[in-house]
């Protein structure tokens, strides 16, 4: 149980194109799940927390205008990458939270923009 | 100081060596733990939750000291299998509410030789 899928897995665009990445958990609703920025060798870095039927919550320094993030369902969220430049190349991973505050991952995006 | 602090490693081992990972965290309120593991590219998978009275599962024992706000992570017999980056993990908020963020560690890194 606790599947977390994530759509698509890479992505190679062009610079000022947005970019959406589909995040699914499977078998289970969350009410809460997390988008995640991963840069080569350094630790996992919270971008927002996207609750089921409000507004997502953004870090401090993440662009919301930017970063669209949409909890439509209790099972799917999704982040748009809007207008991307070559520096939001990173690896962006989803989650989604579980009973007991333990988050499971989905695979993650790997998002080039050239 | 950073909120979760981890020794980076690498950890070299030989197959079958006992191995031990260390963690302090720096938010007296946090409430939940959790060991991650997560290999080269790809998203960290939870590896167990970490409780007060500490818990084991199988070759892992991991350990929890409130009063030094310490956690640690005991690998026994290491199999080839388990050379991965082992990340610490924290609630930050320090209550069990849904939407309570996560706070990773840098993770360490382990490398098990035949």
């Known amino acids: 149980g606790a599947v977390v899928s994530q759509h698509p897995s890479r992505v190679i665009c062009k610079s000022g194109t947005s970019v959406k990445i589909e995040c699914r958990s499977l078998?289970?609703?969350?009410?809460?799940m997390f988008w995640y920025r991963q840069f080569p060798k350094q630790s996992l870095m919270l971008m927002a927390t996207?609750?089921?039927?409000?507004?997502?919550?953004?870090e401090q320094g993440v662009e919301k205008d930017k970063f669209l993030i949409n909890h439509a369902s209790l099972t799917l969220s999704t982040l748009t990458v809007t207008s991307a430049h070559p520096e939001d190349s990173s690896f962006y991973i989803c989650?989604?939270?579980?009973?007991?505050?333990?988050?499971?991952f989905g695979p993650g995006t790997r998002l080039t923009v050239l | 100081r950073k909120e979760v602090e981890q020794d980076p490693g690498p950890f070299n081992v030989p197959e079958g060596a006992t191995v031990a990972f260390n963690c302090t965290y720096s938010?007296?309120?946090?409430?939940?733990f959790f060991w991650y593991r997560q290999d080269c590219r790809k998203e960290p998978k939870l590896l167990m939750s970490?409780?007060?009275s500490g818990n084991e599962d199988g070759r892992f024992t991991a350990q929890l000291n409130r009063a030094s706000q310490y956690i640690s992570l005991l690998i026994r017999d290491s199999k080839l299998s388990d050379s991965a980056t082992y990340l610490c993990?924290?609630?930050?908020?320090?209550?069990?509410?849904?939407?309570?963020?996560?706070?990773f560690g840098t993770g360490t890194r382990l490398a098990v030789r035949p």
């Open positions: 078998d289970f609703q969350a009410t809460t």
């Open positions: 993990v924290v609630n930050e908020v320090g209550k069990k509410s849904s939407g309570d963020k996560l706070t």
């Open positions: 989650s989604a939270e579980g009973t007991y505050n333990e988050q499971f």
């Open positions: 938010n007296s309120a946090s409430q939940s």
């Open positions: 996207s609750n089921e039927g409000s507004k997502a919550t953004y």
């Open positions: 970490v409780y007060s």
